[in-house]
């Protein structure tokens, strides 16, 4: 588990926007390895499993975090304070390849993640995605042309 644990915390960083939830999700991808070992099959590598549980947990906690800020904003009596919390940076504009992830929806970004940062090929990404070799490809392919759109110029750091 040690061998895969620094990668893990990256892609679940990239993807979430921020280390302390990624610490927890990475914490709890951990312990459902730990408790679901004896459950898996070898149907596929053991690293694909992993981001398979990796992936579901990331979005699990995405959409808790959308939630809550949905909540916040409705229970917000400050237009203004919501408007300024819109407009705030966010972590993930820092620098590296997180300033051009903020870009692309969750779906491709996390496509992106897992074949540039856990350096997974095409077939594992598609097993974890639950989508075809051809689809994953093919959402790999426009976001990339998005990328490539939008910053056709350098960006400042």
Known sequence: MRRYQRTLF???????????DADDVGQEVMLKVLYGLKNFEGKS??????YSITYNECITQY???????RLLDALSLDP??????EKAPRVEEKGGLDRWLVHVNPIDR??????????LEFQEIADIM??????TK??????????RENFSEPIET
């Open 10 to 20: 990256n892609v679940c960083a990239r993807y979430l926007g921020n280390d302390r």
């Open 45 to 50: 590598k053991f690293k694909t499993w992993l």
């Open 63 to 69: 959409r808790k975090e959308r939630r809550k800020r």
């Open 80 to 85: 203004l304070e919501e408007a300024s919390e």
């Open 110 to 119: 996390e496509i992106l993640v897992l074949r540039f940062v856990a350096e």
């Open 130 to 135: 639950h989508m075809g070799l051809s689809a």
């Open 138 to 147: 093919m959402r790999y392919k426009r976001a990339l042309d998005k990328l």
